[in-house]
């Protein structure tokens, strides 16, 4: 019905705004993805990126190797970025951090890819009679294989709605709850013997004539990237704060509450693998069961085989942990295309017209997803001829995450108090020690993590993640001098200040 001057108004429903939606629309955006996320179903997410064996696992065998059980047992960004730095560094800040972060969440796709096929290359061979017995050990062309069909595999299934990814997430959280539980309190049960508590916590040995580090200080900063890699993740409830209810405040719960846990459960994994151990330097022994490849599966293999001279519980125990890589991975791909479907949004990636586009029916970055995976592929290749492709990948997996949090973090630090506006959580006066804290440490990670890790150096132990992470970097702050900078203004608003219209 019109109006004297012709005027219809707009007719809106009566329905209730989720808080976090109305917060949206303050700064700027419409509502776009759908927002049915819980904070458990957000939860389980974010303790799937982490995952409670994919960052301990892998690296777990070079970690222990450089100095010892002791040196082991111790121990949406893009937004942010350009709110806290304000509009004249704003544009910048939220540049680096976006790519920063593209470029960390799509290298974890790729290490959970990596190491899940590294799982299901032991699964392999102890199942088919182990190195000693005739067994299968996959070649380089088959763990590329198997790289890239765990790569396509959680692409496709980020394709269809959140909803299927979260209840797969909800699986997720439980499997590793359970199955870690499991792992923890049965294979020092199992074991023949276990370590004693001093050898556990307190001895420290070299391993130069493998390593070629004979330096202790080098050697026990090497053995700490374990920690540092694992928790890598913790951050995926920010990535998905428009698909979460409530998400100002279930966002940081969820992040609280998944390094809760795994924090808890890592340590206690490390813990139960270390006591377990039966002989240290027949782990790395290329001549034993698992091949010398797998340290982790030989403690599992030297356990269930020493107590019941067969290997059915270590496969078993073995398929729990290549679970949790898989389910990783998924919950990575979901997190890294939410990313890359941000920054396209605001045109920050070439042809975002392509990336930034969603599925009629799910509503979810299809072709985000399709992007991540392919550079995933990519990142993966040098398998066929590198020995140290895993190392590579996590330096450039965890430096990307890292140093993404690194620029809000410093913008925060040096932004004026008057013109920041706290949140439902507020860290009050400790807020500035505590990121100057973080900013040295991630400082720190990212510079340990661009160091060799065996020497001598040759094609096949060579790190290329400060190669490829300088290649990248330099292009992007390339195209940032003379082209971006010219157009690229971090998020872009697209609901009007003043009536609240798209």
Excluded at 70 to 86: D, E, K, M, N
Excluded at 261 to 284: E, K
Excluded at 333 to 351: C, E, I, K
Excluded at 378 to 395: D, E, Q, Y
Aim: glycine share 10%; net charge positive.
């Amino acid at each position: 019905m019109g109006t004297e001057n012709g005027f219809v108004p707009e007719i809106t429903e009566n329905t209730a705004m989720d808080s976090a939606e109305k917060r949206l629309n303050e700064l700027g955006y419409k509502q776009e993805l759908r927002r049915e996320m819980t904070l458990f179903k957000t939860l389980a997410i974010s303790f799937s990126t982490m995952t409670l064996f994919t960052g301990i696992t892998p690296l777990y065998g070079s970690s222990l190797q450089y100095a010892g059980p002791a040196s082991l047992t111790t121990g949406s960004l893009y937004f942010w970025a350009a709110h806290l730095a304000g509009p004249k560094w704003g544009p910048f800040s939220s540049w680096c951090c976006a790519w920063l972060e593209t470029i960390g969440l799509i290298a974890g796709v790729g290490t959970q890819a990596y190491a899940g096929s590294q799982t299901l290359q032991s699964i392999i061979l102890i199942s088919t009679g182990t190195n000693k017995g005739g067994g299968y050990f996959a070649p380089k062309w088959l763990f590329l294989c198997m790289y890239i069909g765990l790569t396509v595999i959680w692409a496709a299934l980020n394709t269809f709605a959140l909803e299927v990814i979260a209840f797969i997430d909800i699986i997720s959280i439980w499997w590793q709850v359970i199955g870690g539980a499991v792992i923890v309190i049965l294979l020092p049960l199992v074991a023949l013997t276990t370590q004693s508590a001093s050898y556990v916590f307190t001895n420290f040995e070299l391993a130069p004539t493998t390593t070629g580090i004979s330096s202790k200080p080098y050697a026990v900063i090497l053995s700490f990237l374990v920690s540092q890699y694992s928790l890598y993740g913790y951050d995926a409830a920010a990535h998905l704060t428009e698909e979460t209810k409530g998400a100002d405040k279930n966002g940081p719960k969820a992040i609280l509450g998944s390094i809760g846990i795994i924090s808890v459960f890592g340590w206690a994994y490390i813990l139960a693998l270390t006591f377990s151990i039966q002989d240290f330097a027949y782990l790395y022994d290329v001549n034993n069961e698992t091949a010398g490849a797998f340290v982790p599966a030989q403690i599992l293999y030297d356990a269930f085989h020493g107590r019941y001279h067969n290997s059915a519980g270590a496969i078993v125990l073995l398929f729990i942990i290549w679970g949790s890589f898989f389910f990783g991975g998924l919950s990575i791909t979901t997190s890294a295309a939410r990313v890359v479907y941000a920054l396209s949004r605001d045109n920050g990636v070439p042809f975002s017209f392509l990336w930034r586009k969603l599925h009629p029916k799910y509503k979810v970055p299809t072709n985000a997803v399709w992007l991540c995976a392919g550079i995933c592929i990519l990142l993966g290749l040098p398998i066929l001829k590198v020995n140290v492709v895993f190392t590579a990948i996590t330096s450039i997996a965890t430096i990307g995450w890292v140093g993404g949090y690194a620029v809000p973090i410093f913008a925060r630090m040096v932004m004026p108090e008057k013109n920041f506006k706290p949140g439902p959580f507020y860290l009050g006066k400790a807020s500035r020690p505590i990121c100057l804290v973080a900013f040295l440490w991630i400082c720190y990670t990212c510079s340990v993590f661009l160091l060799p890790t065996l020497y001598p150096i040759t094609w096949n132990t060579f790190n290329y993640a400060p190669v490829a992470l300088g290649v990248g970097l330099g292009l992007i702050m390339l195209w940032w001098v003379l082209d971006a900078r010219k157009w690229f203004k971090g998020p872009v608003r697209n609901i009007d200040d003043q009536n609240g219209k798209v």
